[in-house]
């Protein structure tokens, strides 16, 4: 039912975790790939993963950072000069930040996450949504989080912006599904990729594994997801099978959020 053949497909913090998860899984339904990050090895890296498995995968690298307004409309202006369109946009490059109560949250950190993880996620729309709305056609997935839905503490800077890109999401979804344009979030739990692991250490140190064991025996599915669940729910959500799926927030995370 879904293919992404002829489909052109851009993904930022493509690089690692969930992004190359949704990169890998939509590369084997055969999309072609812009993939953005910041860091160009990782960038090489996921393009190589990639290619081991789908070989006859169209892949473009574009080294770039979320927070430049300039990198965002330039990584758009080379796929339109590549492909000549964007049928599908995961808007998903994204950091934690330091966890810490409110008063002692940096300010300096509380912008350098809202930076990268709202105004990111806001350049990144401004310029696809003008293609896809020329086009007539086109498919967003922002990346929220738990944290974008629910209290989850320690994390000013994150909670700020994940609750936005989730007013973002449903702002832009009811003023473009009239173009035909799906806009939709999700909302991981606990995946364990390289930025989980980075916050299971912050919390724990070298204790960070048992730490991870204890953080996941209160979700009902006993477990961290694993970041292809979250590629496959990208692949279907940027699909033409979810095309009257708009303006939604959509939770993979094994059902935690149900139980706080
Ligand atoms: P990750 O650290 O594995 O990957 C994030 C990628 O984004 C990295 O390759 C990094 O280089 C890139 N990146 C960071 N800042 C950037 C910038 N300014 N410009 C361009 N690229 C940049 O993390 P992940 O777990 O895959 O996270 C991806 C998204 O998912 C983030 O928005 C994160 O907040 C969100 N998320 C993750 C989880 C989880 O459990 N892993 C849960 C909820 C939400």
């Given at each position: ?24 899984s939509i ?200 970041p292809e ?18 303006a939604t ?12």
């Amino acid at each position: 039912m879904i293919s992404y053949t002829d489909k052109v497909i851009i993904i930022t913090g493509g690089g690692s975790g969930l992004g190359y998860s949704a990169a890998l899984s939509i590369a084997q339904l055969g999309g072609k790939l812009v993939l953005v990050d910041m860091n160009k090895k990782s960038l090489e890296e996921s393009k190589k993963q990639i290619l081991e498995v789908a070989p006859e995968a169209e892949i473009v690298l574009v080294e770039a950072n979320v927070t430049s307004e300039e990198d965002v409309k330039n990584y758009v202006q080379l796929t339109m000069d590549t492909f000549g369109r964007i049928d599908g946009f995961f808007n998903n490059a994204g950091i934690e930040g330091k966890q810490n109560l409110t008063e002692e949250y940096g300010s300096d950190e509380f912008e350098k996450v809202v930076s990268v993880n709202l105004n990111g996620v806001f350049y990144g729309m401004k310029y696809v949504l003008k293609v896809m709305k020329q086009q007539g056609h086109g498919s967003i997935v922002n990346t929220a989080s738990v944290g974008g839905i629910r209290g989850v503490g320690n994390q000013s800077g994150y909670a700020a912006s994940k609750h936005g890109v989730v007013g973002l999401t449903r702002n832009s979804g009811i003023e473009y599904g009239q173009f035909g344009v799906s806009i939709n979030a999700i909302a991981p739990g606990a995946i364990m990729t390289p930025m989980v692991e980075g916050s299971l250490k912050q919390m724990a140190g070298d204790d960070w594994e048992s730490a991870g064991k204890e953080f996941v025996s209160v979700n009902p599915m006993k477990r961290f997801g694993k970041p292809e669940e979250v590629g496959n729910l990208v692949a279907f959500l940027l699909s033409d099978a979810a095309k009257f799926i708009n303006a939604t927030v959509i939770p993979i995370d094994g059902g935690q959020s149900y139980k706080y």
